[in-house]
Nanobody, 118 residues
Framework: QVQLVESGGGLVQPGGSLRLSCAAS????????MGWYRQAPGQQREFVAR???????NYADSVKGRFTISRDNAKNTVYLQMNSLKPEDTAVYYC????????????WGQGTQVTVSS
């Protein structure tokens, strides 16, 4: 079973930047598409960004042009560079490997809290 460990969250002012990391255990990380998801208080978890095993990325409309997803297969790590942060980006951020069915391959990690506030 792959374990996911997210890090890099924190408190940042509107307009600021953060870089999140997600480290995955296991030796076959590179074959999976990976995604970032977030969950704000009282809301359902939502899609943020996805990167295929070949490096193609797509984004939720709400973060397009501000967030960039990338991966380093040698380090079993996926990143989310977040720029021009807004208060509505406040949430716990998680990573996982999505199935095309809409479910996920692995159990969720603990996530990393991002708070955007002045």
């Amino acid at each position: 079973q792959v374990q996911l460990v997210e890090s890099g969250g924190g408190l940042v002012q509107p307009g600021g930047s953060l870089r999140l990391s997600c480290a995955a255990s296991g030796r076959i990380f590179s074959i999976y598409d990976m995604g970032w998801y977030r969950q704000a208080p009282g809301q359902q978890r939502e899609f943020v960004a996805r990167i295929t095993n070949g490096g193609l990325a797509n984004y939720a409309d709400s973060v397009k042009g501000r967030f960039t997803i990338s991966r380093d297969n040698a380090k079993n790590t996926v990143y989310l560079q977040m720029n021009s942060l807004k208060p509505e980006d406040t949430a716990v951020y998680y990573c996982n490997a999505p199935r095309y069915s809409g479910t996920f391959y692995w159990s969720w990690g603990q996530g990393t809290q991002v708070t955007v506030s002045s």
